[in-house]
């Protein structure tokens, strides 16, 4: 079999220490692995498969012999860094907002639009993690039904704010004084995530409409989205409100998220089956139910989805476009 050379960066964060522990757990191809991180991370070592490697400094030496670099540093970072990467022969997969609605690079959840990756730059952008989770099931409903309108409700747990999010969930339940976010988020739900913007809207819940359009390539579908972090470590939870374009029955729209690949249906009330964070810490697949026609949209239905944010939602579906990749390359 052949194997890879293999950059992150990013490599001590969150989400790169999970893109380590997902690498390991498909047993992907590596024949070489280069770990970068900040400055102040440089020289300190991680143990990967029974070996130590260090951190290695950004610089314009950096990407040398490298064939795929996995990125989650930030979007300043992958501003930077990832057309050097690229430059020198790299495909890069990056977790940040940086290049997500470049018209040259492309947006992919390898269940939805593997197809889209190899059609533009190598520069390949991961979403946003609660648009991954929310387009897996709306891909089932667009080819089976078509979409007409979509409305979202996110629930998402402080992991997506990386560390500091679940410190300040550690703070809280400790009775300290919050630091990160506006409100003590043990307490409240807060419906703030990213910055407000002019229209009312923040930029999370932006990035989820567009996002979901250029995924899908639903340009002109009308879409609005709620986001808001809860006091859940992990996973995030999506109510989504869809108007289809031609009728259904619930059993065929259960029957459209059974065959499509990364969704667990899991959608049995009288037994208290749907889906929750706690089913769905620590797994790839998107758990699917609480599905039902909604009462106040002709031809709409609702429904309620839960990924792993860390994972799903950034680090394994960044991993396996990579697997789809070196099908390719």
């Not at 029955?249 to 009288?270: H, N, P, S």
Request: aromatic share 8%; glycine share 6%.
């Amino acid at each position: 079999m052949k194997k890879y050379n293999i950059a992150i960066v990013g490599a001590t964060g969150l989400v790169g220490r999970t893109f380590l522990k997902i690498l390991d757990e498909y047993q992907f191809p590596i024949n070489q692995l280069t770990l970068y991180a900040s400055p102040k991370s440089v020289g300190k070592k991680i143990l990967f498969q029974n070996q130590e490697y260090e951190i290695k400094a950004l610089d314009e030496n950096a990407f040398e012999n490298v064939d795929i670099a996995l990125f989650s540093a930030g979007a300043k970072v992958s501003k930077e860094f990832a057309p050097l990467a690229a430059e020198k022969g790299a495909y890069v997969i990056d977790n940040s907002s940086a290049w997500r609605m470049d018209e040259n690079c492309a947006l992919v959840v390898p269940e939805v639009n593997i197809e889209d990756a190899f059609t533009k730059s190598a520069i390949i952008a991961n979403p946003n993690c609660s648009t991954i989770q929310s387009v897996v099931p709306l891909k089932a409903l667009s080819d089976q039904f078509g979409i007409k309108k979509i409305v979202y409700t996110t629930y998402q747990a402080v992991s997506g704010s990386g560390k500091k999010g679940i410190d300040d969930l550690e703070r809280g339940l400790q009775h300290l004084k919050n630091e990160f976010y506006p409100y003590d988020i043990s307490q409240t739900c807060i419906p703030e995530i990213d910055e407000f913007l002019d229209n009312g809207y923040t930029k999370e819940e932006m990035k989820m409409i567009n996002e979901t359009k250029k995924i899908l390539h639903l340009d002109n579908v009308p879409i609005s989205a709620t986001c808001i972090r809860v006091p859940v470590k992990n996973c995030h939870g999506v109510v989504i409100a869809v108007e289809l374009a031609k009728q259904f029955t619930l059993d065929e729209v259960r029957d459209a998220f059974a065959k499509q690949k990364g969704i667990v249906l899991y959608d049995d009330v009288k037994k208290h089956i749907y889906p929750h964070s706690i089913v769905a810490n620590n797994q790839d697949q998107i758990f699917v139910g609480r599905i039902r026609e909604d009462l106040a949209n002709k031809n709409g239905i609702l429904l309620y989805c839960v990924a792993d944010n860390v994972r799903k939602g950034a680090a394994s579906n960044a991993i396996q476009i990579a697997m789809a990749l070196i099908e390719k390359i």
